[in-house]
T-cell receptor, first 112, second 116 residues
Framework: DAGITQSPRHKVTETGTPVTLRCHQT?????MYWYRQDPGHGLRLIHY???????DKGEVSDGYSVSRSKTEDFLLTLESATSSQTSVYFC???????????FGQGTRLTVV | DQQVKQNSPSLSVQEGRISILNCDYT??????FLWYKKYPAEGPTFLIS?????DKNEDGRFTVFLNKSAKHLSLHIVPSQPGDSAVYFC???????????????FGKGTLLTVNP
């Protein structure tokens, strides 16, 4: 399995506070992704990166920003957390071409 | 607009029988399809994939079939085992921008329960 880790694994935060989730991969994968999983919605893409400093929006990007300053790290920031952002967040990474992406264990975020 | 659809939220089968999970897609640019399995409190794990140039791919008990004209794929698990009980996600990649920008679009998932 690819080495991909997320931190923190669990977080409770208050509405209006900034939150940053971290993803680290050791496979030198070019692509990295942030998804959120919600009941009835499956996995929805928030943002993705196709290289250092190269990022693009997914289908549910509002309220989120990302940064990728190194190949191995991909950060997801909630500028001002809202209750609708309570979710389980998954990071994934994958190589070039049509190939599978490998997922981290997830971060359960609760915004109160 | 949901581009990858799994219309069955759940499926229950008996141990030893065949499980068939279905997936439909709308984007004709999708050229690579994957199935992932997810247990509670874990990240999704890759199961099997198929390229659009093929119509079948088999790996042990798992077989994926692709019908491009119908924009439909299915995952067959035979024989089903209780350990197969999990949520199964269908995903598709479109390799947009001339194949230089890969992102996976997922369906909502199907909860498979295999009863002993």
């Amino acid at each position: 399995d690819a080495g991909i880790t997320q931190s923190p694994r669990h977080k409770v935060t208050e509405t209006g506070t900034p939150v940053t989730l971290r993803c680290h991969q050791t496979e030198n994968h070019r692509y990295m992704y942030w998804y959120r999983q919600d009941p009835g919605h499956g996995l929805r893409l928030i943002h993705y990166s196709y290289g250092v400093k190269d990022t693009d929006k997914g289908e549910v990007s509002d309220g989120y920003s990302v940064s990728r300053s190194k190949t191995e790290d991909f950060l997801l920031t909630l500028e001002s957390a809202t209750s609708s952002q309570t979710s389980v967040y998954f990071c994934a990474s994958g190589g070039d071409g049509n190939t599978e992406a490998f997922f981290g264990q997830g971060t359960r975020l609760t915004v109160v | 607009d949901q581009q990858v659809k799994q219309n069955s939220p759940s499926l229950s089968v008996q141990e030893g029988r065949i499980s068939i999970l279905n997936c439909d897609y709308t984007n004709s640019m999708f050229d690579y399809f994957l199935w992932y399995k997810k247990y509670p409190a874990e990240g999704p794990t890759f199961l099997i994939s198929i390229s659009s140039i093929k119509d079948k791919n088999e790996d042990g008990r798992f077989t994926v079939f692709l019908n491009k004209s119908a924009k439909h794929l299915s995952l067959h698990i035979v024989p089903s085992q209780p350990g197969d009980s999990a949520v199964y996600f269908c995903a598709a990649s479109d390799g947009e921008n001339g194949g230089s920008n890969y992102k996976l679009t997922f369906g909502k998932g199907t909860l498979l329960t295999v009863n002993p």
